[in-house]
C-alpha cells in the first residue's frame, strides 16, 4: 500500500467498518468463474460468489479494495493482456469481461462461455446498468433472488443516504483525482458517480466535456473554473504526485484551496457497479459530515 496523510488514515480507520462485505461462498465446482475486469468482479461478489481468478489483482487492491477478494483468489494477469494459458489450466466454467474491454471475445471463446457487461447501455447511466447486468449474471447462474435481495439492500442505503445528505443538497460538490502533477480526472454527465449523487439530491460542479465513460482529464488550470466548490479528491496510491502539486503556486491559489474546501479521501472505483456506488456513498458522507 502506500503512504497516506494522517487524516487521510483515520478516514480509512473510519470507513472500515462500514466497508465490510458479507464474505463471498466457497465456489462449486460448477462456478469456476474468471473475471478479466473489476466491474464484473463486483457484479460476481454481490451474488455472494467468489471468482476462481481476477485479473490484475495488485491495482484491484489500489483502485478498488471492496469488495475485498478471498485470500486464495488468482491473479490472471493484465486487464488486457491476461495469460491466457494459465486461464486454459484452470478449466474455467464461465469467463466474465467487459465489453470492448482486453482479449477479442473469439480467444477467450476458446477456453470457456464467456459473458460481457457494459459500464452503461449508450443512456450515460452506469448505475441503472450495473443493476440490469446485475440481473443478467443471476439469471446466468441461477441466483436471482440474491441479485434481488442485493438491490433491495443498495435501494435502502442510497435512501438513507439521500436524507444524512439533504443539508448539502444545493452545495456543488467538484469530485476529482490526481493523474499526474498537472492533470486531474474529474466526473460528469454520464458517469457513475453523477446518476448516485443525483438519486442522492445533490449537485455536480463540473459542467465540462466528459469521455463515454463519464470522465475528462483535464489540466489542473481548468479546475479553476469550477469556483469555490466543495471537491472531493480520490486517493490511488499517488501520494508523491499530490505532495508535488500541493506545494505549487497554481494549486495555492485555486479557490476552493484557499477557502479549506479540498478533502481528499479513499479511493473509489469510477467504472464500477454497486459496490462501487455503495462506497461512494460511504466516503462521500464521511468527508462532507466530518469537516
Excluded at 444524512?164 to 502533477?181: G, T
Aim: proline share 6%; glycine share 8%; charged share 20%.
Amino acid at each position: 500500500m502506500f503512504d497516506i496523510s494522517r487524516r487521510g488514515l483515520l478516514t480509512a480507520l473510519a470507513l472500515s467498518p462500514l466497508m465490510t462485505i458479507r464474505p463471498a461462498a466457497a465456489q462449486p465446482d460448477s462456478q469456476r468463474i474468471l473475471a478479466l475486469e473489476w466491474l464484473p468482479v463486483e457484479l460476481l461478489m454481490a451474488l455472494g460468489v467468489a471468482p476462481l481468478g481476477v485479473a490484475d489483482l495488485h491495482n484491484y487492491a489500489i483502485w478498488v479494495g471492496d469488495p475485498v477478494l478471498p485470500a486464495g483468489t488468482l491473479d490472471l494477469g493484465l486487464r488486457t493482456e491476461p495469460n491466457l494459458e494459465l486461464m486454459t489450466q484452470l478449466a474455467p466454467s464461465l469467463i466474465l469481461h467487459s465489453n470492448g474491454y482486453g482479449p477479442a471475445v473469439d480467444k477467450l471463446a476458446r477456453i470457456a462461455p464467456t459473458m460481457g457487461f457494459d459500464l452503461n447501455s449508450g443512456d450515460g447511466k452506469p448505475f441503472t446498468t450495473a443493476r440490469t447486468s446485475l440481473h443478467a449474471l443471476g439469471a446466468r447462474l441461477g441466483l436471482e433472488a440474491q441479485a434481488q435481495a442485493h438491490l433491495q439492500w443498495v435501494d435502502g442505503e442510497v435512501a438513507a443516504a439521500r436524507e444524512r445528505l439533504r443539508p448539502w443538497a444545493q452545495r456543488p460538490l467538484l469530485l476529482m483525482s490526481l493523474m499526474d502533477p498537472r492533470h486531474a480526472i474529474t466526473f460528469g454527465k454520464g458517469s457513475l458517480f453523477l446518476e448516485v449523487m443525483e438519486q442522492l439530491g445533490l449537485r455536480n460542479a463540473w459542467q465540462g466535456e466528459t469521455n463515454f465513460w463519464g470522465s475528462a482529464v483535464v489540466g489542473l488550470e481548468r479546475l479553476a473554473e469550477v469556483g469555490d466548490v466543495e471537491v472531493i479528491c480520490f486517493d490511488h496510491d499517488n501520494e508523491r504526485d499530490m505532495q508535488q502539486v500541493t506545494q505549487s503556486a497554481l494549486w495555492q491559489a485555486l479557490p476552493f484551496v484557499r477557502s479549506g474546501r479540498f478533502r481528499r479521501v479513499p479511493a473509489v472505483w469510477y467504472y464500477g457497479a454497486t459496490y462501487s456506488a455503495i462506497k461512494f456513498i460511504r466516503v462521500l458522507e464521511h468527508a462532507l459530515e466530518s469537516h
